[in-house]
């Protein structure tokens, strides 16, 4: 079946500027994270959704990021007043349940300019 | 809190031989998991092994096999018959229940370069 699937793959923007990246999880996922990476690391967990409902919020850096998941399947990281520190690569994730193997997209590159 | 140690920035092996990438982690919960992840320059993260705290048997897929080593907190991942595919960034990454219930803590990662 389908993976994981994130647009854009790539989005360049100006400082001050809004994004909104988009995550289609697997069918029947109910679990979906979000993850940011930077250059030569390793993903930090930014935000974690059980169904619609933000199970951990613990990993947004500031009130800048929010991100919402309406119906319990798509998800929808939105980013306020970008700054050049944002750059990176922003990694969706989805799991069946809580605590299953998280399968991951191919990720956004977000570069901020 | 959870953390996750990889101490070899990079690592190369010849095509068909044997390679071990190392891995520690920390953790004060008892019932966690622990996961090898691979990442082409493509950038997808991909599942290539996974082992429950409460299994004593290494878990092992195909060429992949683990060591794990519960009370020293140690999860290494041994690789055979290295193939040129196997080129990628590893990261080793903890999933440790309680307040960090569903989030991964990923190490540092390990580029491994396999050579023809």
């Known amino acids: 079946g389908a993976g994981v699937s994130q647009t854009p793959s790539n989005k360049v923007t100006e400082k001050g500027k809004y994004v909104e990246l988009r995550c289609d999880p697997i069918?029947?996922?109910?679990?979906l994270y979000w993850y940011r990476q930077s250059l030569g690391q390793g993903p930090e967990f930014l935000i974690y959704f059980q169904g619609t409902g933000a199970a951990d919020d613990s990993g947004l850096p500031n009130d800048r990021f929010f991100a919402v998941r309406p119906e319990g399947s798509v998800s929808t990281l939105k980013i306020q007043r970008t700054e050049r520190g944002d750059s990176a690569v922003y990694l969706c994730?989805?799991?069946?349940?809580?605590?299953?193997?998280?399968?991951f997209g191919p990720g956004t590159r977000l570069l901020v300019l | 809190a959870q953390t996750v140690t990889q101490s070899q920035p990079e690592m190369s092996v010849q095509e068909a031989e044997t390679v071990t990438l190392s891995c520690t982690y920390d953790t004060s919960e008892n019932n966690y998991y622990l996961f090898w992840y691979k990442q082409p320059p493509s950038r997808q993260m991909i599942l290539v092994i996974r082992?429950?705290?409460?299994?004593?048997q290494n878990a092992t897929e195909n060429r992949f096999s683990v060591n794990f080593q519960k009370a020293a907190k140690s999860f290494s991942l041994k690789i055979s018959d290295s193939q040129l595919g196997d080129t990628a960034m590893y990261f080793c990454a903890l999933n440790a229940g309680g307040t960090s219930y569903g989030k991964l803590t990923f190490g540092q990662g390990t580029i491994l370069t396999v050579h023809p």
């Open positions: 994730a989805s799991s069946l349940q809580d605590r299953e193997t998280q399968y």
């Open positions: 069918s029947g996922h109910t679990a």
């Open positions: 082992q429950e705290a409460y299994k004593q």
